[in-house]
């Protein structure tokens, strides 16, 4: 199993900071996706990065996929309430049939 | 992007009972999907991998017994959980992958809601 290590387990912010998410393994994947789940629903995928280097944006979020593909962050920029929510990574393999998830990062953004 | 819908999103059982879980890929066939459960504020725990057409493969600690899997079409995976208990209350979520190579993508269910009582 490949591993990712999300990084911090839980952020409360106020509206209008910025933050960044990390998630990190030793393991090369051959894509990195990245969800937001809210309470009671189920993930909804946000983004794919597939090449090392790759910077997607996406409104106020930012997605970065390492060099070496083996990890990524999320940076988000002037946070509203709507972001908060379950954001988790998860690495595909080079296989191309396995997900593995990170432990998830539970944002709270208050007014 | 491709839907997943699961059904029921809520269910609650008496103690002792079956309830059976549907997860169906709408627009697009799934060869395999997965089932997870998730503990309030935590991430997705696999409990198995759905192969149309053959067995599942369930994770190690997950009874194979207890938490029934068939997948009897591409667009169609049900979970069974049997004599259901109240440590069996979760959050169980399903999701099919979909496309080929690095554009495989996961997409998942709304998520059911099991309340053994």
Redesign the interface.
């Known amino acids: 199993t490949q591993l990712l290590e999300q990084s911090p387990q839980f952020l409360s912010i106020q509206e209008g900071e910025n933050l960044t998410v990390y998630c990190n393994s030793s393991s090369v994947f ?2 990195l ?1 990245w ?1 937001r789940q809210e309470p ?6 946000l983004v ?1 990065v ?1 090449t090392g280097g790759e910077v997607k944006k996406l409104k106020r979020l930012t997605f970065q996929f390492g060099d070496a593909r083996k990890d990524s962050s999320l940076h988000i920029t002037a946070a509203q309430t709507g972001d908060t929510g ?1 954001y ?1 990574c ?1 690495g ?1 393999s080079n296989s ?2 396995a ?1 593995n ?4 990062t ?1 944002l709270l953004v208050t007014p | ?1 491709a839907v ?1 819908s ?1 059904h029921p999103s809520r269910v609650i059982c008496k103690s002792g009972t079956s309830v059976k879980i549907e997860c169906r890929s709408l627009d697009f066939q799934a060869t ?1 999907m ?1 089932w997870y459960r998730q503990f309030p ?4 725990m ?1 409990m198995a991998t759905s192969n149309e057409g053959s067995k599942a493969t369930y994770e190690q600690g997950v009874e194979k017994d207890k938490f029934l899997i068939n997948h009897a079409s591409l667009t169609l995976s049900t979970l069974t959980v049997t004599s259901a208990h109240p440590e069996d209350s979760s ?1 169980y ?1 399903c ?1 099919a ?1 979909e496309g ?12 059911t ?1 099991l309340t053994v009582v």
């Open positions: 051959s894509s996706q969800y009671g629903e189920g993930p909804v995928l794919t597939v379950l988790l998860a595909l191309g049939y997900l998830f990170g432990k998830g539970s | 992007g997943v699961q395999t997965f504020k935590q991430s997705l696999l959050f979520i999701s992958l080929r190579g690095k554009t495989t993508e996961a997409f998942f269910g709304q998520g809601r």
